[in-house]
């Protein structure tokens, strides 16, 4: 079942409230973008293990940290959470102000997020998603590239990401916002499976 075809080819949180719940969607300015199907492992491997890395460093601590499917609604001032119309699921995202946290999801910009890049949602991701990100003010916005193996890192400088910082998945990544916090990527790098040519 498709999403039903809205009379200004413009959707908002309030219209995808009532999608089938087979297919996940995220709303960009207004614009539906279908998710790809279930992610490669490679993909649920980094994943999941940046998850498991933040979670178990922040244990006791106020920020949050989820994993997709996570609703973010990303509203442009104080319109009603119906008539927002960007809703991203960041593959992983961390929250530190507890009031952006609803039975929803999250209101407003995480403070860091991870999108890890897949050929089908590589574009989106490093254009559309930067740009949003950008704008709703999330402080720091990685981009993790699994067949490169490189780190594409985003920091908000005055209300703009100035230029990226690009390294290696090697050896430990601090957060710019938690530098008491950093990702380890050596172990998992070698338990992913090899570069095919």
Known sequence: MGVPKPATDRYTYGQYLHW??????????????MMAPAPNIEHQDI???IYFQLRQALEGAPCRVYIAPVDVRLPR??????????????????VCDPAKIDRRGVRGAPDWVVEVLSPSTAARDQIAKRRIYERAGVREYWLVHPTDRTLTMHRLVDGRYGIPEMSELKGETALHILPQVSIA???LVARLPPVEP
Request: glycine share 8%.
């Open 47 to 49: 994943a999941g293990d």
């Open 185 to 187: 990527w050596d172990a």
């Open 77 to 94: 001032g104080n319109e009603a959470d119906e008539d927002i119309d960007t809703v991203v699921q960041p593959d992983v995202l961390l």
């Open 20 to 33: 089938p719940d087979d297919v996940r969607y995220e709303l960009i300015d207004g614009q539906a973008w």
